[in-house]
């Protein structure tokens, strides 16, 4: 695995860097940027179309810098001093620890004023020898570009807090354990929970610029779809723990690095070869849950890891330690597990593909987005069952996912029933 750049890129290049930027955290946003790219050219393609209006913002021309934009950038300019001084006399924390080196209260004040005083000087000065007696205010249409720019970063704050706001509620006995530091961690995000506030604050936005946002969220949906399929690449490469049960089809061989395969009745005796780490996992050996997958003849040409991984030096240091291992990020898991980010990944970009096509051909408002609804509801509720994850004592042992799942579902079919029924109501939200 590859728990940071530095990692991947001496994998792929045979480098020797000590890159500590976080992959999962770097893919992520790579995502972001992919879903942006895609809402923009669905977004210009209905404006273009005819199907919405123009936005039209007023700008004030020759205006004086105001107090709020001069405490604004005061501030900005202090934090962003504040850290490259912690860049300057740290350097090696910035490079291991990157997340945390950002997040943590540790800077240099000096460096922070005179970042404050830096930025918010210079919009005083630019605004200043731009200014004229007699200001002039003007209304002009925001391009898509403006648009999607609000949009994603609305959607990317929102979706994070979201996200991590939700897995501590699954979580909750960890998060009280240490609050702050399962809050700050770049580890432990909900999708559903990013989905859920991230919506919530985008429907909010665009209502608030004129926008039927039906419509706005057909535009969203194949780069939300995108955006996942991608992010669980990140959760791959990194080995974040978002990975299935154990496959009790395969056992992992240290000295090659490879995987064979092993008869049903085996299972057991490697759980009880590695008690200590699975009880603590899972309060006990016989708690830990296991499927027989073997890879299915017609896909012999694919890897064995694509069935069977012990995530090796995983972005958590889950699992046991590995034999003459020096670093950081020196922990397996004892037994190969079913990756199930890498079939979440397919069925994403597939998912995807479809919406893409089709989206076109889906012309009511509100239908492309209840048809991705049941497609990622569908998705995750058959990949829930091969998954690893905190279950709710009710309708004899459900995971948030699946429950979360299953509404969506039936969300998206109402949606494409209610879509046809009520269209002429619904262009007019």
Known sequence: MFPTLGYLLNY?????????????????ALSFLAAA?????????????????PVMTRETKGKPASTTEIIYNLLFGFVLGFKLGLLLTDASMFSSHPQEAILSLKGNFVTGLIGAALLAGYVYWDKKRKSVPNPVTEERALTSGELVTNITMIAAISGILGAKIFHH???????MQDPAGQFFSFAGLTFYGGLICGFVAVVWYVRSKGLNFMHIADCVAPGLILAYGLGRLGCQLAGDGDWGVVNSAYRYVPATGTYVQVPPDSIQNDIKAHAAYYTVAFGSVDQVPYTYFEKPAALSFLPDWMFASVYPHNVNNDGIPIENCQGEYCNRLPIPVIPTPIYEIFMGLLIFAGLWFFRKKLDRPGLMFSVYLIFNGMERFFIEQFRVNSEYNILGGVTQAEIISTVLILVGIAGIILTKKFRPQIEKL
């Open 12 to 28: 792929l290049f045979g480098t020797n860097l000590d890159l500590g930027l976080p992959t999962f955290g770097f893919v992520v």
């Open 169 to 175: 509620f699954e979580y909750w006995d960890a998060f």
């Open 37 to 53: 790219w895609v809402l923009k050219k669905e977004l210009e393609r209905r404006f273009q179309s005819g199907i919405f209006k």
